[in-house]
C-alpha cells in the first residue's frame, strides 16, 4: 500500500505521529503560550533560528468537525511554513459538545487578538484546514470580530466550509444553534475584505468543493479579491498531508501557498475566478 494511503487511512493514529517525527528534525524553536485561562486556550509559536526577523505572519487553524484535534497534531504544517521563513501561530481551541460555536468561535478571536497585540506589530495571514478554515474565513470577512481587522494581510482556505446551510448532519443544529446564519462564511463578502486564496481538492468527498467555488462567486461579485485553485487526485486529508516533509518538495499546494503569500506581500495578487485545475 502506497504511504499515502496509508496516512490518510490511520491519519490520527499513525499518520500524524510520523510524520510530526519528521518535522522534529527541523531547527525551529517552539513557544507556548496562553491566550485564556482554560486548558486549551493556548496557542504555540514557532520560528526558525536561523532567519528569525523574516517571513510573513500566519496563523494556522486545524479543522476536526469543530470537536477534535491538538494544536501539536500540525508541527507538520508549521514546519513546513517555517522553513519557507514565516513565523506560525497555532492555537488550540475549545470543542464541542463541552461548547457550542459560539465559543470556539470567541477562542480564536482571542487568540489571533492576543497574537496581533503580543507576537508582532506585523500584517498576520490566516489560514486554516476545514473546520479551521471556516473558523479563519470568518475572522476574515466579519469586520466585527477582531479588534485590528486591517491587519489581517490575507485569507488561505484548504477544504473549507463557507457556505453549508441547512445542515446536513444532525448534531450541527445544536452545535451553531442559535446564529445559524453567522456560521456561514458567505454572508461576510465585503469587497474590502483582505484577498481570499481558496484551496480545493478535485476529489474531496467530505467538504464539497461547491463551498469554496459559491465563496469565490460571492467574494468577486462585492468587488472583493478572491482566488481559487482546485486540485485533481487530491482529497479532503491529502490537500494538508501536503504540508508533510514526504510531499511538501512536489506540492503544487505548497507552492501555491507560498506564492500567494509572496504577491499579497508585494501587493501584487489579483482576483482570478479560478486559476488552475478544474474549475468546478
Not at 536561523?50 to 517571513?55: A, K
Not at 468561535?105 to 506589530?121: G, P
Not at 489581517?152 to 453549508?164: C, K, Q, R, S, V
Not at 468587488?223 to 485553485?229: D, K, P, S
Amino acid at each position: 500500500m502506497k504511504v499515502k494511503q496509508v496516512l490518510a487511512g490511520r491519519y490520527q493514529a499513525i499518520g500524524l505521529k510520523m510524520i510530526n517525527a519528521l518535522a522534529r528534525l527541523t531547527d525551529i524553536r517552539v513557544e507556548s503560550k496562553s491566550y485564556g485561562s482554560a486548558d486549551r486556550q493556548r496557542y504555540d509559536c514557532y520560528r526558525q533560528l536561523n532567519n528569525p526577523e523574516t517571513g510573513a505572519h500566519v496563523v494556522f487553524i486545524y479543522g476536526g468537525n469543530w470537536r477534535s484535534g491538538f494544536r501539536s497534531d500540525y508541527r507538520f504544517v508549521a514546519d513546513t511554513l517555517a522553513s519557507a521563513g514565516h513565523h506560525v501561530y497555532i492555537p488550540d481551541y475549545r470543542l464541542y459538545p463541552q461548547v457550542k460555536f459560539a465559543d470556539i468561535l470567541s477562542d480564536i478571536c482571542a487568540a489571533v487578538d492576543a497574537i496581533l497585540d503580543q507576537e508582532t506589530d506585523a500584517p498576520v495571514y490566516l489560514m486554516g484546514h476545514s473546520a479551521g478554515a471556516q473558523l479563519g474565513a470568518l475572522l476574515a470577512l466579519n469586520s466585527d470580530l477582531l479588534k485590528a481587522n486591517g491587519r489581517i494581510a490575507g485569507f488561505i482556505g484548504l477544504a473549507g466550509l463557507y457556505d453549508f446551510f441547512p445542515f446536513t448532519q444532525d448534531d450541527h443544529w445544536d452545535l451553531f444553534a442559535p446564529d445559524y446564519e453567522g456560521s456561514q462564511a458567505v454572508n461576510f463578502v465585503r469587497p474590502n475584505a483582505p484577498p481570499l486564496y481558496l484551496l480545493h481538492g478535485y476529489n474531496d468527498t467530505r467538504v464539497p468543493r461547491g463551498n469554496s467555488k459559491s465563496l469565490l462567486e460571492k467574494q468577486l461579485a462585492t468587488g472583493g479579491i478572491a482566488r481559487r485553485e482546485v486540485y485533481e487526485k487530491i482529497g479532503h486529508v491529502d490537500i494538508i498531508l501536503s504540508f508533510s516533509r514526504l510531499y511538501r518538495g512536489k506540492s503544487p499546494v505548497v507552492a501555491d501557498v507560498q506564492r500567494f503569500i509572496e504577491e499579497t506581500s508585494a501587493g501584487i495578487v489579483e482576483s482570478a475566478s479560478e486559476t488552475s485545475g478544474k474549475s468546478v
